[in-house]
């Protein structure tokens, strides 16, 4: 790898982890970055964890420099993540690269759609004390969509724990790093075992990920937010119909 693709890979991982924090999608660059630089899907789906631990690190610690941190409530929602984060690693291992890409492609279309059509989340605070139980199995069932590919992964957090936790969008998003970081270490550990992680490639596009985690723990995005939305969905569409090799 020499140095124009590790700026490329550190550059990518900045962007992707400013994003990751602040709504969700981050991989949805990465992942198709890692494979274009010559990795093969299930090197790639691993090699692309390292970045996200050492993100939501980064993320965790600037939430916890603001004062925004609840440990013990975050730790009981990670648990439940795990099973099914451990599972899906599993089956990301075990299914060929072609349908692992085609999976990748349909993914990354229903992103782009949930960015353009999607509501924008309230800031304002919300009444609490209305945590609903179907908070545990969405919490299995996410973890086990996060271990399996990762894609988009915080969208799917976002909306389970803002309207089933009850919580403002600060909350959410310092509980979300918080449960991915802890989920994201357990896939990482089956998909290293299964030899499915590249430590140089993943370690590069860690630190640009670590730099745009702490970043996008300071800030949320306000204006051009529509804008952004556009260009991001744009970038991710043209990702996806590669894969479908449509051009």
């Not at 409530?73 to 599993?90: E, K, M, Q, Y």
């Not at 270490?185 to 992680?197: D, H, M």
């Not at 640009?208 to 985690?213: E, F, K, P, T, Y």
């Amino acid at each position: 790898m020499d140095w124009l693709h590790m700026i490329l890979l550190f550059g990518v991982g900045a962007v992707a982890g400013f994003i990751n924090v602040n709504a969700g999608g981050g991989s949805s660059l990465t992942l198709p970055a890692l494979y274009f630089m010559g990795l093969d899907w299930s090197v790639a789906n691993g090699t692309n964890r390292i970045a996200l631990i050492l993100q939501n690190i980064s993320a965790v610690g600037s939430f916890q420099k603001n004062k925004v941190f609840e440990l013990k409530s975050s730790l009981t929602l990670a648990v439940f993540t795990l099973p099914g984060a451990v599972l899906g690693a599993i089956l990301a291992t075990r299914i060929s690269g072609v349908t692992f890409q085609r999976i990748l492609g349909a993914v990354l279309i229903l992103i782009v759609v949930s960015m353009l059509f999607s509501r924008s989340y309230s800031q304002k605070i919300i009444r609490q004390g209305q945590r609903s139980w179907l908070i545990y199995p969405a919490l299995f069932v996410i973890g086990f969509y996060g271990g399996f590919i990762q894609v988009g992964v915080g969208f799917l957090f976002m909306a389970a724990l803002y309207h089933l936790l009850q919580v403002n969008l600060v909350k959410v998003n310092m509980h979300k790093v918080f449960i991915i970081l802890i989920y994201t270490i357990a896939a990482l550990a089956v998909l290293a075992f299964t030899g499915n992680v590249n430590w140089r490639f993943g370690l590069v596009l860690a630190a640009g990920n670590a730099l745009g985690g702490w970043w996008g723990a300071h800030f949320a995005v306000k204006g051009g937010e529509k804008f952004i939305r556009i260009v991001l969905s744009v970038g991710i569409l043209l990702i996806a119909l590669k894969l479908f090799n449509a051009f």
